[in-house]
Nanobody, 120 residues
Framework: QVQLVESGGGLVQAGGSLRLSCAAS????????MGWYRQAPGKQRDLVAV???????NYADSVKGRFTISRDNAKKTVYLQMNSLKPEDTAVYYC??????????????WGQGTQVTVSS
């Protein structure tokens, strides 16, 4: 079993910052790509940012220059630093990890989501 637990969401004014964290635990041999996705009410879940095991990153155009994804492999944790937040960033943010378990199977896992609300 593998669990992803997110933290760091909340309510912030436009222009403010938040830092999300997502810690993986359980029967993990290794973690490949980790990422953050978001889903606003009535919309599909979209990619925000991803980071590979060798720290290559990719961002949605809407967050480039404002958000930074990073990871700590020893802690099995991925972070999302969000600066210059805008009301349109309001969504539930989900963590995702491509995990190889100690039983040698590979699977995608999702966190439970954390709400980010940006007021204007």
């Amino acid at each position: 079993q593998v669990q992803l637990v997110e933290s760091g969401g909340g309510l912030v004014q436009a222009g403010g910052s938040l830092r999300l964290s997502c810690a993986a635990s359980g029967s993990i041999f290794s973690i490949n790509t980790m990422g953050w996705y978001r889903q606003a009410p009535g919309k599909q879940r979209d990619l925000v940012a991803v980071i590979t095991s060798n720290n290559s990153t990719n961002y949605a155009d809407s967050v480039k220059g404002r958000f930074t994804i990073s990871r700590d492999n020893a802690k099995k944790t991925v972070y999302l630093q969000m600066n210059s937040l805008k009301p349109e960033d309001t969504a539930v943010y989900y963590c995702n990890a491509d995990v190889i378990s100690t039983l040698w199977y590979r699977r995608d896992y999702w966190g439970q989501g954390t709400q980010v609300t940006v007021s204007s």
